[in-house]
């Protein structure tokens, strides 16, 4: 029954039509409530897509079943046509006698007061505590991780409001860690950990965005970026020398410390600090090591160098992919990001009752509004209703013809 299944389709596409239409007619106040009706419509807007997808199949026929049905129709008897076609459907009823029907009406109908269920909203096991229904960045456990990476346990240790200024920044002196440290699989997971959050949280707090096209076109930028070796802290090393092409230029550059001082005193008083003796001696693991897995590599030529380094550079790539999406999607948050510094601020002049009081009042007034918006919806239900006892027809509009007509 091809037809019956694209009269299906056509009817669950509008009726999503419909639904989407009567909650953009809605504006709610609170954001838990704004954020709810706009995950409803992406879930809508999704399902629409995949009818219209399977609709557009069936009107494809590649099997030629359509074609078949519609001469069966047009070229025998359509009464015997209709009697098989009903002689199937009770069969199918006979063997799955509790299958349920889906009632397309109700299913996208918005739930008004009264109905007897219990209308819960989706959004409200998205968010932490913190995070305010989409509102605030909730960094904290990143923060730790980012306390504990190598490179930074000896350096100043920053406080939350602090990382808030520096998350999306990877090169000196703000980020105190140094290119070998970033090839640790520790520093890996976490800027893949802090990408990752910030994905998610943009697709919870924008789900009528397109944000996969956003998405495509941070990769497309660092693409082009990273082809044409724009990034200054992932640039190619000299090989020969082992130094890297960084610094000004005007003073003498540490390669082991990735520091650049202004006279050439100061860089020999340096050398024998215990900072450089150490980042000198990883430095020189880190070379014998990459030297070791190309002898285990049965490679002792210059074509297995040029492979080690290959592999290198698609370590760096890896990371630095991570990094500049963590900074393009920052960028693109500037407004939670800033509210979250602020909050925090705040936060840290309140006591730990205080904040928990807040909390709870954050959670009675979203459902104080709700309950507000369900009674105003119950107070329009009942203006709606047209006082007629004697029964009259109704007109066009819904309103009873006076007797006189």
Known sequence: MILEEQRGL????????????DRLLDDPKHIRDRLNRDHQIAGFLNRMQEQSRRLLNTYNDSDGARTR???????????????????????????????????????????APGEGEITTSEVDNMFTGEEAYG?????????????????????????????????????????PIKRLDKMTDQYFQYV??????LESFMRRT????????????FDQEFEKAWTSNEMSEWQVEDQSSGLRTEGTGE??????????????????????????????????????????????????????????????????????????????????????????????????SLTDRERQQELAALYAQAEETTEQRREDESDE????????PLKLPLAWDGKPIPFWL
């Open 206 to 217: 924008r789900p009528l965005e397109d944000l996969d096209k956003l998405f495509a076109s």
């Open 381 to 388: 239900d009942g203006e709606e209703k047209i006082y007629n």
């Open 251 to 348: 003073g003498v550059w540490c390669p082991d410390c990735e520091r650049e001082f202004k006279n050439d005193s100061v860089y020999k008083a340096h050398l024998s600090g215990k900072k450089h003796i150490r980042a000198a001696e990883a430095r020189k693991a880190h070379a014998e090591a990459t030297a070791e897995n190309g002898e285990m590599n049965g490679s002792t030529n210059g074509a297995a160098n040029a492979r080690g380094s290959s592999v290198q550079r698609l370590k760096e790539r890896a990371v630095a992919e991570r990094e500049f999406r963590v900074r393009k999607l920052t960028s693109a948050m500037q407004t939670e990001r800033s509210d979250t510094r602020v909050n925090v601020e705040r936060k840290q």
């Open 192 to 197: 893949g950990a802090l990408a990752s959050y």
């Open 69 to 111: 049905e519609v001469q069966a129709i047009l070229t025998g008897d359509p009464f015997d046509e209709f009697y098989k076609q009903l002689g199937d459907i009770k069969d199918f009823h006979r063997r799955y006698p509790n299958e349920p029907v889906e009632n397309l009406e109700r299913a996208y109908k918005k739930r």
């Open 135 to 175: 509102r605030f960045f909730d960094l904290t456990t990143l923060h730790e991780n980012y306390l504990n990476l190598p490179g930074v346990k000896g350096a100043k240790r920053l406080n939350y409001l602090q990382y808030l200024d520096v998350l999306d920044i990877f090169t000196p002196p703000q980020c």
């Open 10 to 21: 056509h009817e669950d596409v509008e009726r999503l039509e419909q639904g989407i239409c």
